[in-house]
């Protein structure tokens, strides 16, 4: 079953601009990671934000976790065609133990 | 840095075959996890196994089982094949340690099984 819902579902932008892909999930989480995917290929880590923190930052990325919302959001800054790819977050602790619940996923499609 | 390696990369299966999927995770980490994505769909979790002990279940068939050999390296076994399994399964690694969770899982590429 699904944990989370991600929005939007795809997503096309020109490089150089900012992508924000949002994240919401139902139930307690210990953290939240978002992931990578390039089509047919394995999930590439990105950042992992736990559950008593607020904002991260990894080079272009940042992202955010509201608990109290249930939701999280993943900001990629002056955007690339490279980052062209399907972007998941996931969410492990709680009930789900050590297990990754994913979302549904983000397409994002950088026009060069 | 070594990563999470699996084999074979792609697999052709008619129904009711067998198939045997592996995967070597990042040397040192305790934990195996194996998903899988079926396509257009998010990956869901099967199984994972903590210090070769089978440590968490998910919606895994019982026509699928696994295990975690001495060396850490995990196998899928999956018997009676049926066209639904056709998808991308991945195997990811994590240190777990005696603390437990809030660490990344790192997935390796993922074996296509293609059921005829």
């Known amino acids: 079953s699904q944990q989370g819902e991600e929005d939007p579902q795809a997503l096309s932008i020109q490089e150089g601009e900012n992508a924000t892909m949002n994240c919401s999930y139902k139930t307690s989480i210990n953290n939240l990671q978002w992931y990578r995917q390039n089509s047919g290929r394995g999930l590439v880590h990105l950042i992992l934000i736990r559950s008593n923190e607020r904002e991260k930052h990894s080079g272009r990325l940042r992202v955010t976790l509201d608990t109290s919302k249930k939701s999280s959001s993943l900001l990629i800054t002056a955007s690339r065609a490279a980052d062209t790819a399907s972007y998941f977050c996931a969410t492990e602790g709680g009930s789900s133990g050590d297990k990754l619940t994913f979302g549904t996923g983000t397409r994002l499609a950088v026009r060069p | 840095a070594a990563g999470v390696i699996q084999s074979p990369r792609h697999l052709i299966k008619e129904k009711r075959e067998t198939a045997t999927l592996k995967c070597y995770p990042i040397p040192r980490h305790d934990t195996v996890y194996w998903y899988q994505q079926g396509p257009g769909q998010d990956p869901q979790f099967l199984i994972s196994f903590y210090e070769k002990m089978q440590s968490d279940k998910g919606s895994i068939p019982d026509r699928f089982s696994a295990q975690q050999f001495s060396d850490y390296h995990s196998e899928l076994n999956m018997s009676s094949l049926e066209l639904g399994d056709s998808a991308l399964y991945f195997c990811?690694?994590?240190?777990?340690?005696?603390?437990?969770?809030?660490?990344?899982?790192?997935f390796g590429d993922g074996t296509r099984l293609s059921i005829l």
């Open positions: 990811a690694s994590s240190l777990r340690g005696a603390g437990g969770s809030n660490q990344p899982q790192h």
